[in-house]
């Protein structure tokens, strides 16, 4: 009698249920056809390569006897990983990166902010084209800059040495001592305009009011920049110094143009450099690993730096 009653009364609540289940799919499937565009290329081209690279990275190549027969794949786990770490040159590249960043980054975003402001200020002539200026080492391609670059600092040819040489200086850019800075160098010059408009974009959408305001009150332009406009683009500066760490983690093309003038600059300068060494070995797994790490390393910086600005913006 009771599970008679309780099917009926069960039975409505159930149909209901699969209505709205029915209609919520019914809804879906627009959604899901809007999606597809972007979705299935992004799976196909974004995902998969990511999921393949985990998975070869926990692989290994064996080869037995004189190895004149096929290899074959065995799974070795996180063996791939220990080795990684355990190669001093791949160590030394992670650190060699890692050193450069902590240096050219807040440089780098110092002139960014620096030029920015300049922008933004009424004072300041001809700000279309400075804007064009500033933005146009971006605009070309990285490795024409990278190429300009290497006759700027190559011996023999740089003007930069040749004029140090007239003043009595003994100059080499592409010395050992000398190859960190100049890749530095080469980064700033590419990339400060670019983060130079996303922060000049912030001060744009700065209201006006609130500078009037602060002149009323007889604050300076430098007290204005310092005090209302660097703190209201915090965002910019904080989107900009991550986007900044990923692309020094990703550091590859100056080195590589620049061993064309500085054969003292091994091919395992960068991280990047040395999983190309491993492919050309025909190593993939040592790659795909290497690549891992790599990308570990700059999630933890990056996400790292985020959690940092937030606790230190929460206890503001």
């Not at 159930?14 to 209505?19: D, E, I, N, S, Y």
């Not at 190895?67 to 770490?85: D, E, I, M, R, S």
């Not at 960043?101 to 902010?113: E, S």
């Not at 061993?259 to 395992?268: D, E």
């Amino acid at each position: 009698m009771t599970t008679a009653l309780h099917e009926r009364t069960a039975g409505p609540a159930t149909a209901v249920g699969a209505r709205r289940t029915g209609r919520r799919r019914r809804r879906g499937r627009p959604v899901a056809l809007f999606l597809a565009p972007f979705l299935v290329p992004f799976a196909a081209f974004y995902l998969a390569p990511i999921g393949y690279t985990l998975y070869q990275s926990l692989f290994k190549m064996h080869r037995s006897g004189l190895g004149l027969t096929a290899p074959t794949q065995v799974f070795v786990g996180f063996a791939n990983y220990a080795t990684a770490l355990g190669n001093a040159d791949f160590r030394a590249a992670l650190l060699r990166v890692l050193l450069i960043g902590l240096v050219q980054v807040p440089l780098m975003l110092l002139f960014a902010l620096g030029l920015a402001l300049l922008l933004d200020a009424r004072s300041t002539l001809f700000k279309r084209f400075f804007r064009l200026a500033f933005f146009l080492p971006y605009a070309l391609p990285g490795v024409v800059g990278a190429i300009m670059w290497s006759y700027l600092v190559a011996p023999g040819l740089s003007p930069i040495t040749a004029a140090a040489h007239h003043l009595g200086l003994h100059l080499s850019l592409t010395s050992d001592a000398m190859l960190a800075p100049t890749i530095g160098n080469m980064l700033t010059w590419g990339w400060t305009g670019y983060n130079m408009l996303i922060i000049y974009s912030a001060l744009q959408a700065i209201p006006a009011e609130l500078s009037e305001a602060a002149t009323m009150d007889g604050c300076s332009a430098w007290g204005i920049a310092w005090r209302i406009k660097v703190p209201l683009v915090r965002p910019a500066l904080v989107l900009t110094t991550v986007f900044s760490i990923i692309g020094t983690a990703q550091l590859y093309n100056e080195p590589a143009i620049l061993r064309n003038v500085a054969p003292n600059l091994p091919s395992t300068y960068t991280p990047i450099s040395t999983a190309y060494d491993a492919v050309n070995a025909n190593n993939f797994n040592a790659a795909a690993t290497e690549s891992v790490i790599l990308a570990l390393l700059a999630f933890v910086l990056s996400f790292g730096f985020l959690k940092l600005v937030q606790r230190k913006g929460a206890a503001l």
